[in-house]
Nanobody, 123 residues
Framework: VQLQASGGGLVQAGGSLRLSCAASGRTFGPYGMAWFRQAPGDERVFVAAISRTGASTYYEESVQGRFTISGDNAKNTVYLQMNSLKPEDTGVYYC?????????????????WGQGTLVTVSS
């Protein structure tokens, strides 16, 4: 399975961006997916996750109410709508996938990773 993330860019504080992550290759069905963020010099941190069925979502506290994760299983694509962006949201955003059920916030819980897309929020 290959994951291709896109949609990053430069935006002013208060603005919005929509990230996409498309899965391709030998897929066996829907995946539980997540987004992580990594700022320069920092470790990769959890942002949001969506379950395999799409029925459940989970957010890191600082993005709750501002970000929305959603999925389109027919397209094998997950999205991250980011509103009211803040400078502290800056970083490389990675999408990740797991064939397990449930919601997970640790990088080690995910098997497949995309290459990352850079989001820069200016103040």
């Amino acid at each position: 399975v290959q994951l291709q993330a896109s949609g990053g860019g430069l935006v002013q504080a208060g603005g919005s961006l929509r990230l996409s992550c498309a899965a391709s290759g030998r897929t066996f069905g829907p995946y539980g997916m997540a987004w992580f963020r990594q700022a320069p010099g920092d470790e990769r941190v959890f942002v949001a996750a969506i379950s395999r069925t799409g029925a459940s979502t989970y957010y890191e506290e600082s993005v709750q109410g501002r970000f929305t994760i959603s999925g389109d299983n027919a397209k094998n694509t997950v999205y991250l709508q980011m509103n009211s962006l803040k400078p502290e949201d800056t970083g490389v955003y990675y999408c990740a996938a797991t064939s397990d059920y449930g919601l997970y916030s640790q990088p080690d819980d995910y098997t497949y990773w995309g290459q990352g897309t850079l989001v820069t929020v200016s103040s």
